[in-house]
């Protein structure tokens, strides 16, 4: 329970940053809907994020159901497929993954890890909820739109993007660019909470290398993500000039219909070096918190520290700063200069180092810990097989020369699945696992749970790796439909046919798991108090679930680091990191300076 | 530098926790405000500078026609130059308590402000007026965008003028925070001076 220190304990530092002055909700409109609480808002963000999420699950069935039975589908045709890829992709990765690792468990854990009583603006924090609530309702429109939504690809390439021919050119591009602009402006306002909650308002003795990964993860994915999303921004903008008011900064001089068109000159490629410059570094804004908070649950359910924590806080800043330096790998075939295309293939690779130096010390932080089986473990271990499984792809795609013949091919599709979407999402699953105790005091059904793990597992790697083979044999990417293609051969269409009835399988298996949130949410199993034994300061709140203001009369006080499980001496086999020295309890035949000794 | 030498240590180790057991407070000496403050004008800052390198970009190709530059531009900058002065002048009368002084900085910051974004409607009825319309040429495009853009942030740092000014007005706002709100309002003032001079410079000399 709750380590509410004495003030007037000599070791304690003297109160530097005051308490802040908390917005007490008189209502349930302002406890529950425009709420301040940083928890609330978090829930709000992970609900809304999970609906649009799975609008974008029910397009990828519909994507899978052309694909994999051609011609059996009335209600799909080509310009339907496009608005479903491109839907899906956008959806997928900035609607759901970035809005629930950052606005999601940014928002529940940020304040909780540090030890604060919540955001520092919570009226700001409030504010960034409900813009990107209306970024996505924004989104939603364009479904209804006349022509519907855009089905330029979730790369958004001018000029096709915004001329006729591409569905939703009429107005779902205009919703999209608008949407887009609105989610940015809502995340810098959560973004600039987030970092300077993290940076200012720590509690006593958590100094930035006693911070949980969790937190690293999502600090520098925000710091990225604040300074990579204003590309997205001028890129949204001068497209929006383009459609609306027929400048010409993307658009080249084109002929339509045998007319010529208003526009003249502009540079198509500029987009994708601005779409990029962000697109790149939105790979590590939802990686990044999926590094950290692995590290997490794996040192938490190994019950060991965390192999090599300065490397991992290290590799984390480093592919931070890497991650901005690597964009124009994504247009290999957009033509470039050779000296650019082995600049770009040569950072490409050095970001692989500090990436494969945190699989080792996930793997070596297993190495003889004492790994507990539990569904936050098997979704982290389900997480580093398919991270590196697609890192590797990565490795082949990072090559200029490997790169052109497999461009805009199947192996391309199936890479990024595995790397940036199956991989997080793990993440974010056994994330869930691991904090739905402490979000809603009961545990998740553990049966459901495993269904859940082994069939999405499963199921994830027998829709891409039979796409990799696709890729291989030239199938492209994109496609509404192959047709008498002579050179893929009918069993690409078996394979094809295969990985939709996987895809529906794991999409099933995803409704098991909305059910188990519900269903668990009143008839799961009560939990205990810090149920999984972590040592980290979420867990050590005087309530579970933490009420408003967090933590008790007293801030919490922090005497180490966030990974001393299995501390030689020590009964428990795990100290919470607001337990002095003095507090601890021995083991039978310990004395204090054993403790000590075996420490150092 | 604070940050790369706080990463160096080892927090596991007795020599360490014995000193990170002192740590009591924030990583920089800044109140909170004033470094997400920061933090938004360098993200400010990577905007204008990628919109910077779209401008020197697009400039390149041939159809490029560099546009006249009104000379209430000039006058315009001119307003802007001297409310951030204003703005300083008034954040001094903010530290040595001069109320009176502070009201009348404030208020002429609002003036000058509004004289500023009223100019620049101005430069652009005079340009549409000459038939340089946004689609007429890359250079009309950018020219709009990036003074609507700099309007834009300029407005949003009215909001926070006009917050200030009318908790001064009221009288409820304690020293402390007036001092803290005047000197953000300034230094962001400061920021957007420097960067319409930048692209001014930009305008100007292609």
Redesign the interface.
């Known amino acids: 329970m709750t380590e509410t220190t004495s003030v007037e304990d000599e ?1 304690v ?5 005051p308490e802040m002055d908390l917005y007490h909700p008189h209502s349930f409109i302002t406890r529950w809907i425009f709420s301040q609480d940083a928890k609330v808002i978090a829930i709000q963000y992970s609900l809304v994020a999970i609906t649009i999420g799975m609008v974008a699950l029910v397009l990828s069935w519909l994507m899978r159901l052309q694909l994999g039975f051609p011609d059996s589908f009335d209600f799909i045709d080509a310009a339907d497929y496009y608005q479903f890829i491109t839907m899906h992709g956008m959806i997928m990765v900035v609607y759901l993954l970035t809005a629930l690792f950052l606005g999601g468990f940014g928002n529940y854990l940020i304040p909780l890890m540090v030890g604060a009583r919540d955001m ?2 919570p009226y700001i924090n409030m504010l960034s909820f409900w813009i990107y609530f209306l970024a996505v309702i924004v989104l939603v429109t364009s479904f209804f739109s006349p022509g519907g939504p855009t089905g330029a690809g979730w790369t958004l390439y001018p000029p096709q993007a915004i001329t006729s021919g591409t569905p939703g050119q009429e107005s779902g591009i205009i919703l999209m660019l608008a949407s887009l602009m609105l989610f940015i402006v809502g995340f ?1 306002m959560g973004g ?2 987030y ?2 909650t993290i ?4 509690a ?7 911070m949980p990964l969790t937190l690293w993860g999502i600090f520098i994915a925000t710091v990225l993500a ?2 990579a999303f ?2 997205l ?2 890129a949204s ?2 497209m929006m ?1 383009d459609k609306v ?5 993307f658009m080249p001089a084109m002929v339509e219909f045998g007319e010529k068109m ?1 526009y ?4 198509p490629i ?1 987009f994708q070096h ?1 779409f990029w ?1 962000f697109g790149h570094p939105e790979v590590y804004i939802v990686a990044l918190p999926a590094f950290g908070i692995v590290s997490d649950l794996i040192a938490v359910h190994a019950r060991k ?1 965390i192999f090599g ?2 490397m991992m ?2 590799a984390i ?1 480093g592919i931070g700063a890497l991650a901005f330096m690597v964009w124009a790998h994504h247009m290999y075939v957009s033509g470039m200069n050779p000296y650019f295309g082995f600049f770009f293939a040569t950072t490409t690779l050095i970001i692989a180092i500090p990436t494969a130096l945190k699989v080792y010390n996930w793997v070596l932080t297993l190495w003889r810990g004492s790994i507990h089986l539990t569904l936050p473990m098997l979704f982290s271990l389900g997480f580093i097989l398919t991270f590196v499984n697609g890192g590797i792809t990565g490795l082949f795609l990072g090559n200029v020369i490997i790169d052109v013949p497999l461009s805009d091919t199947m192996f391309v599709v199936a890479h990024f699945h595995m790397v940036m979407g199956v991989a997080p999402i793990m993440v974010i699953f056994g994330a869930i696992y691991h904090w739905y105790p402490l979000i809603t005091g009961r545990m998740l059904h553990n049966g459901m749970g495993q269904f859940h793990f082994w069939v999405t597992f499963i199921g994830a790697y027998a829709i891409y790796f039979p796409m990799h083979y696709l890729g291989f044999i030239g199938v492209p990417r994109r496609y509404f439909e192959l047709g008498e293609t002579s050179f893929i051969p009918d069993s690409a269409h078996d394979l094809n046919a295969f990985i939709t009835i996987a895809a529906l399988v794991v999409g099933f298996a995803q409704l098991v798991f909305l059910f188990n949130l519900f269903w668990s949410r009143r008839n799961g199993t009560v939990a205990e108090p810090n149920p999984w034994k972590a040592t980290t300061l979420e867990w050590q709140t005087e309530h579970m679930p933490p009420t408003h203001g967090n933590f008790g009369k007293d801030l919490p006080v922090v ?3 966030a ?1 001393d499980f299995s501390v030689p001496g020590a009964e428990s086999d795990f100290v919470p990191q607001n337990m002095a020295t003095k507090d601890i309890k021995l083991a039978e035949g310990m004395t204090a300076s054993d403790l ?1 000794a075996e ?2 | 530098m604070i940050f790369f030498s706080q990463i160096a240590t080892k927090p596991w180790t007795d020599e360490q926790i014995a000193v990170d057991d002192q740590f009591s407070g924030h990583t920089f000496p800044l109140p909170k405000a004033m470094l997400a403050l920061r933090f938004l004008l360098a993200v400010v800052t990577v905007f204008f500078v990628l919109l910077t390198i779209a401008y020197s970009s697009r400039m390149s190709f041939q159809d490029w026609k560099s546009l006249p530059e009104p000379s209430l531009l000039w006058f315009n900058t001119a307003l802007l130059l001297i409310s951030s002065l204003v703005y300083r002048w008034t954040r001094s009368a903010t530290l040595k308590q001069h109320d009176s002084q502070v009201k009348i900085g404030l208020f002429l910051v609002g003036v000058l402000a509004f004289g500023f974004l009223i100019g620049q409607l101005i430069v652009w009825q005079q340009l549409a007026d000459l038939g340089h319309f946004a689609s007429a040429n890359p250079a009309n495009g950018f020219f709009y965008l990036i003074t609507g853009i700099h309007g834009l942030h300029l407005l949003g740092g009215l909001i926070a003028w006009g917050r200030t000014t009318i908790r001064v007005l009221r009288g409820k706002i304690p020293q402390d925070k007036l001092c803290l709100s005047v000197e953000m309002c300034a230094l962001y003032w400061s920021f957007l001076l420097v960067v319409w001079l930048a692209m001014f410079l930009l305008l100007l000399v292609t």
């Open positions: 070791s530092p003297p109160l530097e940053v520092v603006f810098t600039l909470n970092v300077v940076l200012q308002a720590r006593r003795g958590m100094t930035l290398m006693r604040l300074f204003p590309a921004f001028v903008l001068m000039f008011l027929e400048t010409s900064f208003s003249g000159g502009g540079s500029l601005l410059f520290n924590y300065r806080v290290w800043v005497y180490r680091w990974y000590k420490k150092t």
